[in-house]
């Protein structure tokens, strides 16, 4: 049943990535963003209540609550256009407690390539910490293809072999999804640091997130 969630996780992070790259209007985006972020309240609930006495369900649950949370906050504050400060603070939060996940992944789950998952989205929740939070306008274009990219790379494509059965060779999938974060992030880092915006982004407008969890 995460996986589910996840699938849809993976829409709304390349909605949120596709918006902060301008090719989207901020309310009809938000909209997306409640409807994912209901889904991502409702599943781990749903998941802790049917299996109280398995610890493991519970801490894989326990997670996908902080991405819920954060497309409730995003959805609700771009279509009221609300400031996005606590948007962005709450996101530093998350980028806290996904180091935390992913070192459950790997030491406690033998995960390895959601350990590497969760440290995609920490980084990815900290240029939302950095964008909403500290309104570093000038990061916009680059968190805008870092969410639309980690959308598939993270959610979707994860979810859809997973549900399908061919999410096979975690040793090899978590070195591929290393390697890839590394190079392809730093390769947009420079293609776009030169050309990145500098006016002020108002409200959540210039920043809506995120991610998901399994």
Known sequence: MAFVGLLYVGAVLFLNGVMLLGKADPKSIGVFNIFVGALQVVTPTILITANLDDPVTILNASGIYLF??????????????????????????????ALGYSFANFRLLGDAPFGVIWLYWSFLWLL??????????????????????????????????????????????????????VVVFAGIWLFTSGAMPRRAARGPRAAPPPSPAH
């Open 128 to 181: 939302f910490f950095l964008l909403l939070g500290l309104k570093m306008e000038r990061l916009t274009i680059y968190t805008g293809w870092v969410a639309a990219i980690e959308g598939w790379v993270t959610a979707a494509i994860p979810a859809f072999l997973t549900l399908t059965g061919y999410w096979v060779y975690p040793d090899r999938i978590a070195v591929a999804l290393a390697v890839f974060g």
């Open 68 to 97: 819920g949370f954060t497309y409730l906050y995003v959805g609700i504050g771009l279509i009221g256009e609300f400031d996005s400060t606590g948007v962005g603070w709450f996101s530093l939060f998350v980028a806290i407690m």
